[in-house]
């Protein structure tokens, strides 16, 4: 059995990752800063012994190297990282504040590099293993209403490709989801109903994904049998929108 510590599990892609990567026999490590959402995941999950309940803020720098020393007591040597946590907002540039700028990177690229940055070394000693960081499309395309959001997923995409290029010799691969709309509790929360009819309109398959659509695609990458030879990719998962021009 292998470890994988999963961020954000307590709900949306994060929570589906962890049932399914539990499922294809990983021991995980759920992280999440909501209390709440990680004893409800505990309370869901009670007949598994496959996982590991661990409170994490990504921002508390000391948190986050006191959980990497935990990882290097587990039972089933650490092997890959999803980096699924993260917050977003829908608002327009000349709406966004640098308060609102600062939040948002502060979770979704400084607190990925910090959890990475911690636990590379692990996997190192391991004998390497995976990170995935869950990017987006809004870091690839020029999304209304996402200068905050996708300012710092396109950051995660280039830390992505750095990273790959520089933990290659540790046998650590790096690559990054990037999901298009989804149907999570964020999601849920920042899409109007005007918003989801902009998105079934430009996105070919007229649909928002699901959690366990994204999950599938991240136990592809953390295996290292399946992906091997697969580091420094974006992987849009996104019904096409990435890939789409002109519709009828």
Known sequence: ??????????????????????????????????????????????????????????TDEAAVAQLADRCRTLNAPLAALVNSAGIAANARFADTTTDMLRKIYEINVIGAFALSQALAPVLRENGGGSIVHIASVSGIKGNLGRSAYGASKGALITLTKIMAVELADDLIRVNAIAPGPIETPMVKKNHTAVTREEWQRTVPLRRYGQPEEIASAIAFLVDGEQSSYVTGQILAVDGGFTAAGLMA
Request: glycine letters at 12%; aromatic letters at 2%; hydrophobic letters at 45%.
């Open 1 to 58: 059995m292998r470890s994988v510590v999963v961020t954000g599990a307590g709900s949306g892609i994060g929570l589906s990752t962890t049932e399914l990567l539990i499922d294809g026999g990983w021991h995980v490590v759920a992280a999440d800063r909501d209390a709440s959402a990680l004893a409800r995941l505990g309370e869901r999950l009670s007949n598994r012994h496959a996982i590991t309940l661990a409170p994490l803020d990504v």
